[in-house]
């Protein structure tokens, strides 16, 4: 089976803080994927990549970078945390083609305080 | 674009009743279309997924969906529900030309009443 691992469940930072998200994917997919879920919005792509040290800006990427040194891992970063960052993360990964699909994390739970 | 409207950000039904959620899309092109489950304190769960093949999809847990082009809707069914139903269903809708493109709606809560 497909196992995409989030580093962190839980997480409390405070303001201004660094924040380091990471995501190991274990099935050799191209693709992966950060989101933002909150309720009543769904899930926000925050940013994907398709490859290693390729990376793109989703729909929300403001506050946020990505970095993708190896394939089988995708971190997020929020350089200096604030209180609307407070969120659900979700990473997740899929092969090179739009048949496939998304494979998800547990997600991390990011309070900012 | 693409986009992915789900109607309904609530839904309870009785347990042993039919549980029905709907979901239309936008698209110029029928694009792949998912529904996926999330539970609690997890990530999203792939309940199943049409790839342009069988219009009638069957998925895990006694979850089908079925395409209608017409309609532009692919909406979640189960004939009866179940306790352990309860959750978030989202659907979801791929780009068939570019690969690297999801949309989720926003969204739909279950909620099944014993």
């Known amino acids: 089976d497909v196992k995409v691992t989030q580093s962190s469940r839980y997480l409390v930072k405070r303001t201004g803080e660094k924040v380091f998200l990471e995501c190991v994917q274990d099935?050799?997919?191209?693709?992966m994927f950060w989101y933002r879920q909150d309720p009543g919005l769904g899930l926000r792509l925050i940013y994907f990549s398709y490859d290693v040290k390729m990376k793109e800006k989703g729909d929300i990427p403001e506050g946020y970078s990505v970095s993708r040194e190896k394939k089988e891992r995708f971190s997020l970063i929020l350089e200096s945390a604030s209180t609307n960052q407070t969120s659900m993360y979700l990473c997740?990964?899929?092969?090179?083609?739009?048949?496939?699909?998304?494979?998800f994390g547990e997600g991390s739970r990011l309070t900012v305080l | 674009a693409q986009s992915v409207t789900q109607l309904g950000s609530h839904v309870s039904v009785s347990e042993g009743a039919l549980v029905l959620l709907r979901c239309n899309y936008s698209?110029?092109?029928?694009?792949?279309l998912f529904w996926y489950v999330q539970y609690p304190n997890q990530g999203l769960q792939l309940l199943l997924k049409y790839t342009s093949a069988a219009t009638l999809v069957k998925g895990i847990n006694g979850f089908e969906a079925e395409f209608k082009k017409s309609e532009t809707s692919f909406h979640l069914t189960k004939p009866s529900a179940h306790m352990s139903d309860a959750a978030e269903y989202f659907c979801a809708v791929s780009d068939p030309i570019n690969g690297n493109q999801f949309y989720f709606g926003t969204g739909t809560s279950l909620t099944v009443i014993p």
């Open positions: 099935m050799d997919h191209e693709n």
């Open positions: 997740a990964s899929s092969l090179w083609s739009a048949r496939g699909e998304l494979f």
């Open positions: 698209s110029s092109v029928p694009p792949y």
